[in-house]
C-alpha cells in the first residue's frame, strides 16, 4: 500500500522525515539535474500532487532534504570538533567523515557534493546552496583552529583560516573518492598520512 492511497477522498497522512530521507538518497545518487520527478515519486511513495502539496517543488524538496542532511553533518562535525586538542580535533573530524562517507545503506560519497555535480545554468542555485553548506562546515573548523591558536594550542605562524581550508579540501576529495569507490581504509590511509604531516608541524 503508498503512502498517497486515499481514505475517505483525502490523500493518506504519511511519514514527512521518512520520503525526505529517500529522497535524499535519489537526489545523492543521481544529482539535482538528473532526478526526476517519477525517479522521487517512486522511491517516496507518494505522487506527484502529493509532493507538490506538501513540499512546493522539486527546488524546495531537495532543500529540504539537503537540510536535513547537513543538520546531521554538522552535528557530526561538532561533535568531532569537540576535541581537548586541535590535532585530536582534525583527526575525529576527518575519521568521522572517513567513516560517514563510506557507511553502509546509503549512497557513498557526499550528498554536498554528489548532488549538485554538474548542475545547469538555470539551477545554480543548488550549486549556491550546497556551497552554502559546506562553508558552514569549514566556518565551524576555523572557529575551533582559531580557538586553538588564542589558546597556543597551534604552532606559532599558523593560519588558522588556512588549515581550516586544508582540512575541508581533503574531507571533500576524500567524498569525491569515495563516491568513485574509495574504501574506507583508503581514506583512513590518507588521514593517517595527513595527521602525520600535520605531528611534524607541531615539533
Known amino acids: 500500500m503508498s503512502a498517497e492511497q486515499q481514505t475517505t477522498g483525502r490523500p493518506r497522512a504519511f511519514d514527512e522525515q521518512a520520503v525526505l ?3 535524499a538518497e535519489v537526489f545523492w545518487r543521481h544529482g539535482y539535474d538528473g ?4 525517479a ?11 509532493l507538490y502539496a506538501t513540499f512546493g517543488s ?14 546531521t553533518q554538522v552535528a557530526t562535525a561538532r561533535a568531532a570538533l569537540d576535541q581537548p586538542s586541535a590535532f585530536a580535533s582534525i583527526e575525529a573530524f576527518l575519521r568521522s567523515s ?3 562517507l563510506t557507511a553502509d545503506g546509503k549512497p557513498a560519497g557526499c550528498f554536498s557534493i554528489q548532488g549538485g555535480l554538474a548542475c545547469s545554468p538555470e539551477n545554480a542555485r543548488i550549486s ?16 575551533r583552529l582559531s580557538r586553538a591558536a588564542a589558546e ?10 588556512a588549515l581550516a581550508r586544508f582540512v575541508m579540501a581533503l574531507s571533500e576529495g576524500h567524498a569525491v573518492h569515495a563516491g568513485a569507490g574509495a574504501s574506507r581504509a583508503d581514506l583512513h590511509a590518507s ?11 607541531e615539533q
Open 58 to 71: 522539486k527546488e524546495q524538496l531537495f532543500k529540504r532534504a539537503f537540510d536535513r542532511y547537513h543538520d
Open 35 to 38: 532526478t526526476s520527478l517519477r
Open 21 to 23: 530521507h529517500r529522497a
Open 152 to 161: 597556543g594550542d597551534l604552532p606559532a605562524g599558523v593560519d588558522p583560516a
Open 191 to 201: 588521514v593517517d598520512i595527513a595527521m602525520r604531516v600535520l605531528a611534524r608541524s
Open 128 to 143: 549556491e546552496a550546497l556551497a552554502a553548506g559546506r562553508a558552514a562546515t569549514e566556518a565551524a573548523l576555523r572557529e
Open 98 to 100: 572517513a567513516d560517514g
Open 40 to 50: 522521487l515519486t517512486d522511491a517516496m511513495g507518494i505522487n506527484r500532487p502529493s
